[in-house]
């Protein structure tokens, strides 16, 4: 089973500054990986595929990067809602997917 | 609207039982592969198990493996999770989710519903 580990635990940003969130996978997973938001009481939310397709109506300053077992996620510009906790996931070949211990992008 | 609505989460004893469910709306639910995931207080989300369009194929996490049996009804629509002899480790929030056009990402997901095993 691959284990995905996220870093940071949680990243202090202040509005408009980039956040860079990264992920590794224990083993290679190519690009068979996704990234999550979720925020208190929600369920996640879809916003990257394929380590760097955006999902449907994802803003343009969430991109995603990375194959193998090194995966970024950027936020070019953070606005207020984008504070949450975000999860990386892989789905390569078959389950188990595992997810990460995500990482919590919070208000400098 | 695209909507998944889940239920059936209850308080339950250790080694008792559950059946979740999962209506689906808004899209042709039998063309897509569709997932149980667990998230438990404070924790990340678990991948659970998964069942492919005619309900042919499923697979789920090792620790349910023999407990737990996903299943699928299209002409109604719904998605099911049977839990059997529950464990205080399946305390969780549990959501059914959608796969995408790419099998193992989840575009759209429930509100979820809550298990809570304790005695």
């Known amino acids: 089973e691959r284990v995905m580990t996220q870093s940071p635990a949680t990243l202090s940003v202040s509005p408009g500054e980039r956040a860079t969130l990264s992920c590794r996978a224990s083993q290679s997973v190519s690009t068979n990986l996704a990234w999550y938001q979720q925020k208190p009481g929600q369920a996640p939310r879809l916003l990257i595929y394929g380590a760097s397709t955006r999902a449907t109506g994802i803003p343009a300053r969430f991109s995603g990067s990375g194959s193998g077992t090194e995966f970024t996620l950027t936020i070019s510009s953070l606005q207020s809602e984008d504070f949450a906790v975000y999860y990386c996931q892989h789905y390569n070949s078959w389950p188990p997917w595992t997810f990460g211990q995500g990482t919590k992008v919070e208000i400098k | 609207e695209v909507q998944l609505v889940e239920s059936g989460g209850a308080l339950a004893q250790p080694g008792g039982s559950l059946r979740l469910s999962c209506a689906a709306s808004g899209f042709t639910f039998w063309t897509y592969w569709m997932t149980w995931v667990r998230q438990a207080p404070g924790k990340g989300p678990e991948w659970v198990a998964n069942i492919n369009q005619d309900g042919s194929e499923t697979y789920l996490v090792g620790s349910v493996q023999g407990r737990f049996t996903i299943s699928r009804d299209n002409d109604r629509n719904s998605l099911y999770l049977q839990m059997n002899s529950l464990r205080v480790e399946d305390t969780a929030m549990y959501y059914c989710?959608?796969?995408?056009?790419?099998?193992?990402?989840?575009?759209?997901w429930g509100q979820g519903t809550v298990v809570a095993v304790s005695s």
């Open positions: 989710a959608r796969d995408s056009v790419v099998v193992g990402a989840f575009d759209i």
